[in-house]
């Protein structure tokens, strides 16, 4: 799997073998908040006790499922001096412009996520939604004329 790949890249950007952890409990768990994922809690352990020195993850930004969680995780990682880094980049919170750009991508994985979690939901089927298409660019309302009420007819609020 890619993500045991990341063992190997922090050993070449300089990290011993022996003071890289595979954190992997929450691989393939879905979750939506960080106190539901034990992973996610030992991350926030190990990086609120100063023992992390980066985070590595495929998209870091979806490290935590809600963007409360990652921007207290960016908090906690920013005042121990603790890198985030993944296929984009090496991202140092000190740095206005990673916090700004890691907030971003937070806000827009979490927006991703609920899309992909209601895009499951059944919708029933609602007649008055339908629209006739009478060609590309431009439709006609399945509302017919004779049924606007007349004061819309005569309206002259121009």
């Given at each position: 799997?890619?993500?045991?790949?990341?063992?190997?890249?922090?050993?070449?950007?300089?990290?011993?073998?022996?003071?890289?952890?595979?954190?992997?409990?929450?691989?393939?768990?879905?979750?939506?908040f960080?106190?539901?994922?034990?992973?996610?809690?030992?991350?926030?352990?190990?990086?609120?006790?100063?023992?992390?020195?980066?985070?590595?993850?495929?998209?870091?930004?979806?490290?935590?499922?809600?963007?409360?969680?990652?921007?207290?995780?960016?908090?906690?990682?920013?005042?121990?001096?603790?890198?985030?880094?993944?296929?984009?980049?090496?991202?140092?919170?000190?740095?206005?412009?990673?916090?700004?750009l890691?907030?971003?991508?937070?806000?827009?994985?979490?927006?991703?996520?609920?899309?992909?979690?209601?895009a499951?939901?059944?919708?029933?089927?609602?007649?008055?939604?339908?629209?006739?298409?009478?060609?590309?660019?431009?439709?006609?309302?399945?509302?017919?004329?004779?049924?606007?009420?007349?004061?819309?007819?005569?309206?002259?609020?121009?």
């Amino acid at each position: 799997m890619r993500q045991y790949g990341l063992a190997d890249e922090a050993v070449r950007l300089g990290w011993t073998r022996a003071n890289v952890a595979v954190i992997d409990t929450d691989l393939g768990a879905s979750g939506r908040f960080g106190a539901d994922r034990e992973g996610f809690r030992q991350v926030m352990a190990k990086v609120c006790l100063g023992e992390a020195g980066a985070l590595f993850g495929l998209e870091v930004s979806r490290l935590a499922r809600s963007s409360a969680d990652f921007a207290r995780l960016l908090e906690l990682a920013r005042l121990t001096d603790t890198l985030l880094v993944d296929g984009d980049g090496i991202y140092d919170l000190a740095d206005i412009n990673d916090r700004l750009l890691l907030g971003l991508k937070g806000q827009m994985s979490e927006v991703l996520c609920r899309d992909r979690h209601n895009a499951s939901d059944i919708v029933p089927f609602k007649p008055s939604s339908i629209r006739s298409f009478t060609s590309p660019g431009s439709y006609t309302p399945s509302v017919s004329a004779s049924s606007v009420p007349d004061s819309a007819h005569n309206s002259s609020s121009w």
